[in-house]
DNA sequence: CCAGACGTTGTT
DNA sequence: GTCTGG
DNA sequence: CCAGACGTTGTT
DNA sequence: GTCTGG
């Protein structure tokens, strides 16, 4: 679940998040089906500032040895975060958000083999956060990776029908207390990880996840520095 | 104590 | 770095 | 998450 | 079947 998203188009995006335009990203990648490993476009709170920028999906701890861990961690448990120890320390100080404007989840079909994928989206087809962590990893030589992973919840009532899990989609309410990095009352941050409403939402099965040609070009990662 | 993992999803 | 299992 | 590969030797 | 790359 929570693989693939979609962020289709960039405009006013810094109006929507509140971002100055001294910290928004020299170029924004737009994309129809973003995967894991691949640059996505996030806002964290410096301490004073929102700043926008792209980080690499798939969290990658500071003590790893190998980058390759963070092709498995591009997902986390809303239920554990605080108990993880790649998460626990992203959980309390190292908050973000990750923009999009749909993402994908497959049903499997009944009884045979085989996978439908859905779309989703908001019903007013505007933009939406996940809620994230990031991490900043340092190779024994090269330059800094930051990184980030969505975390993920229970199902709501419109996501059940297709899958028992879903990303958290932060309430646009709760997006400054998401990003505080002063912010470390685990409790209260944990209830702001919850199912979005499935009324403000909607799902359509589509042919294929994939229908955009990938942009690899290393150049346009900006990453996220403090 | 050291050694080894550190994650989620879905499937069995 | 920190936790878990042996 | 899905899609696609899954291998080596030796030759250019 | 399982791993890797995107």
Redesign the pocket.
């Known amino acids: 679940?929570?693989?693939?998203f979609t962020l289709t188009t960039a405009d006013e995006l810094e109006e929507r998040f509140g971002i100055i335009s001294a910290y928004l990203p020299e170029q924004i990648e737009t994309s129809f089906n973003i995967?894991?490993?691949?640059p996505v476009l996030s806002v964290i709170h410096d301490g004073k500032n929102k700043r926008m920028g792209h980080l690499r999906w798939?969290l990658i701890?500071?003590?790893?040895?190998d980058e390759?861990?963070g092709?498995?961690?591009?997902?986390?448990?809303a239920?554990?975060?605080a108990?993880?120890?790649?998460?626990?320390?992203p959980f309390q100080t190292q908050r973000c958000l990750i923009i999009a404007d749909g993402f994908?989840?497959?049903k499997?079909r009944d009884g045979g083999k085989g996978?439908q994928?859905y779309r989703i989206h908001l019903k007013d087809e505007k933009y939406f956060a996940f809620a994230g962590l990031w991490e900043k990893w340092t190779p024994p030589t090269g330059e800094a990776v930051f990184s980030c992973t969505i975390i993920?919840t229970e199902a709501n009532e419109l996501m059940n029908e297709i899958?028992?899990?879903m990303p958290v989609i932060i309430n646009p309410k709760d997006e400054v207390a998401w990003l505080d990095p002063m912010q470390s009352n685990t409790n209260e941050l944990q209830h702001l990880l919850r199912p979005y409403p499935a009324g403000d939402m909607q799902a359509y099965p589509v042919s294929?996840?994939?229908s955009s040609p990938?942009n690899?070009d290393p150049e346009l990662i900006k990453p996220i520095s403090i």
């Open positions: 679940m929570c693989g693939r995967a894991p490993s691949q798939g701890p500071r003590w790893a040895k390759k861990i092709h498995k961690l591009m997902n986390a448990r239920e554990t975060l108990e993880k120890p790649s998460f626990k320390k994908y989840e497959w499997k996978k994928p993920t899958h028992h899990r294929s996840a994939v990938k690899n």
